[in-house]
């Protein structure tokens, strides 16, 4: 089911501050399982269920992408990164406009070494002819992304596509909105689909200030150590949600920390800790709102992230949706 639905997602072109259709998608998809369902002013989309001490849980909407800032007198679109890109891998890509117009990500060809490619040297191919076709086609301001593929590996076991970061977690929200047993929830739970994640998690800070939540989980992937010569880290796929300790935007409270481990264990779901290196998530901006939120992070391990091929196990990722759906009907109270 969660690869039915990244498929569904995958229809949507959504950089960074082009997030609406995608969510209008979403808010059909969930509102009728919600108490509430609306859009605020950054354009996040919260559904709330429940009653009591405010739980948020964030997942964010956007993607990578790039903007266009500069058309040449040959038509071809200079643009500006929306979230790190991975020019290594993407030139040579299919993009897509917000407007629906196709290009090819290319390089300019005195650029001899792939490892120094960056949005300076690259540049989109729409197929025009003059500046002024390409202006009228894709305005500047107009942004675009990877136009995705997704694919299930022969085993069944792995879920890869562009965009997993964060679709995946939409994806596993989706379904924590339909399949929770609201009955039981002890606490009112504001699910966030935010905006604006990859450029600086711009929104969920506002979301948290107006929420005002006791307490945050963010959703999100995470990268792995399980690929040759890759750099050390304990995480692969195939073992387990992720329960991060600390990023390079947070160190988890400790109290959420340890009530995510217990939830695990009592309930025999598969597990992992999780400390990197480099990255962060939305928790970096909803844990320091007002005066402190209790925050932490359930991640899915991922590999080749920020890639047109982000690689998910399908178990973990059930395993992240069981362990949050377990812990809201659990209820935090600490």
Known sequence: MLTE???????????SGNEKSLLEYVKSEVESFADECYFDVMGNLVATVGNGEKVMVAAHADTIG????????????????????????????????INGVDGIISYEEKTKDKDSLKCDNCFIDIGATSKEEAEKLVPIGTAASIVPDCFVSANKKRLTSA?????????????????????????KVYFVFTVQEEVGTRGALPAAYEIEPKYALAIDVTDTGDTPECPKLSLALGQGAAVKIMDCGIYCHKQMVDFLIDTAEKNKIKFQPEIITAGATDARAIHTSKNGVYTGAISIPQRYVHSPVETVDLDDCENTLRLLTVSL??????
């Open 66 to 97: 790039f903007i266009c800032h500069y058309i040449d007198d040959k038509g071809f679109i200079r643009f500006q990164d929306l979230g790190w890109e991975n020019y290594r891998i993407i030139a040579g890509r299919h993009v897509r406009f």
């Open 329 to 334: 009907e659990q209820g935090f109270n600490f």
């Open 5 to 15: 639905i990244i498929k569904k997602l995958n229809e949507f072109i959504s950089p």
């Open 163 to 187: 965009f997993l970061d964060d679709r995946i977690a939409v994806a596993i929200l989706i379904r924590a909105i339909k399949e929770l047993d609201k009955n039981k929830l002890k606490n």
